[in-house]
Every structure is written in structure tokens, then in C-alpha cells.
């Protein structure tokens, strides 16, 4: 085969790698107790729910402070919204301590105590918030992902009862895609929003 054939084919497969590779995907991998209903208030609920959240980082993580605060921006831009839950409070501490160190009843204690009447009480644990490259050895020379992990509890202020405890794994990203931590922010808020409006299948 003449050698310009060769380098014509080569170059046809590097370009489809680089097309087909070049689109990024989301996937969502999920765990969950409770109702499998999406937990989105109905149209016309104007119930105010109260939103603790916290981080818990894996030992090796790094640039701590800088993750946080690209948290707490996904969620604030997530849930002013309002699309999901129209009337949503933030915080980031109860009774001087993360929320993620506090029992349920300590909770919903401290959320009984404030002056807003809260319907529903959600806890978000932010435990990955992250950008991973990795180089393949293969026509689709490099992948970059923007990696996002949560746990998410929901209980009900009446009853106490935990209406919902869901693990969600959301990565955004692909072959030759380009991913950096400027959009932490937006990938954790694409997060969330899976976690709050997918209908997921019971296991």
C-alpha cells in the first residue's frame, strides 16, 4: 500500500478518534434508601426547607479550601434556582459544629428552634469534588473528567422520618474533553439536580 494510503487512513482514524472522543458524556451511578420518587416539591409548594451541608474529603485530598468554597457555590447556585425548591436556606454550621457530625435529632432540634417554620430538612455530604486527566494508550490519547461524589438525606420535619438517603457518583467528561476546576461549581449544582429531579429504580 502506497505510503500516503497509509498516512491518509491514519490520519482518517485520528480525526474519528478525536470526534467520537471529543464529546463529553454524563454518568450518574446511584444507591438509595427510601422513596425513589424525585423529591422536587410540587408546583406551587412554598414550604421553606432548610439545607445542611458539609464536606468530608478523602485523607489525600488536596486544596481543601478552595473545594469548599466550590461546593457551597454549587449549592447556593443550585438551589437559587428555585425550580426544585423555591424557598431554600443555606448553612454550613448548626449549634457551632458541621452538620455532618450531628445526629438527626440534633438536627431537626436546632432546625425546630429557628424562627422559619422548615417543612423538610436536607443534609448534603460533599465527599469528591475534583478533575481527573488520565493519558490511554490508544488513539483517544488522554480522558478528563470532572468528578463529583454526594450523599444526600432528606427528613421530614413533622415526622422525623427519613424520607430519602441517596448516594449519586456524577462524572462529566471523555475522551479529549477538557475539564478544569473552574467548573466545580457547575458540576456539583448538575449533581445535586440528579439527585433531586431522576426517578431511580429500587435495589
Known amino acids: 500500500m502506497p505510503i500516503r494510503h497509509r498516512l491518509f487512513r491514519f490520519c482518517s482514524a485520528l480525526l474519528l478518534a478525536f470526534a467520537l472522543g471529543g464529546c463529553t458524556s454524563t454518568t450518574v451511578v446511584q444507591y438509595h434508601a427510601g422513596d425513589s420518587r424525585p423529591v422536587c416539591q410540587e408546583d406551587g409548594t412554598v414550604s421553606p426547607v432548610l439545607i445542611l451541608w458539609g464536606a468530608a474529603w478523602r485523607k489525600d485530598q488536596h486544596h481543601r479550601a478552595e473545594r469548599e468554597a466550590a461546593a457551597e457555590r454549587g449549592i447556593r447556585q443550585y438551589f437559587a434556582r428555585r425550580d426544585?425548591?423555591?424557598?431554600?436556606?443555606?448553612?454550613?454550621?448548626?449549634?457551632?459544629?458541621?452538620?455532618?457530625?450531628?445526629?438527626?435529632?440534633?438536627?431537626?432540634?436546632w432546625a425546630r428552634g429557628q424562627a422559619?417554620?422548615?417543612?423538610?430538612?436536607?443534609?448534603?455530604?460533599v465527599e469528591e469534588l475534583d478533575v481527573r486527566t488520565q493519558v490511554q494508550p490508544s488513539l483517544v490519547l488522554w480522558e478528563s473528567d470532572s468528578l463529583v461524589q454526594l450523599r444526600v438525606r432528606v427528613l421530614d420535619m413533622a415526622s422525623m422520618r427519613l424520607h430519602m438517603d441517596r448516594t449519586v457518583h456524577w462524572k462529566n467528561g471523555g475522551g479529549y474533553a477538557v475539564r478544569n476546576t473552574s467548573t466545580l461549581s457547575d458540576d456539583l449544582s448538575s449533581a445535586l439536580a440528579a439527585v433531586f429531579t431522576q426517578q431511580f429504580s429500587r435495589y
Do not use: E, N, W
Not at 422559619?116 to 455530604?125: A, C
Open 116 to 125: 422559619t417554620p422548615f417543612s423538610m430538612l436536607i443534609q448534603v455530604r
Open 84 to 109: 426544585c425548591f423555591p424557598h431554600a436556606y443555606i448553612a454550613g454550621q448548626a449549634m457551632g459544629r458541621s452538620p455532618l457530625t450531628l445526629s438527626d435529632i440534633d438536627m431537626i432540634r
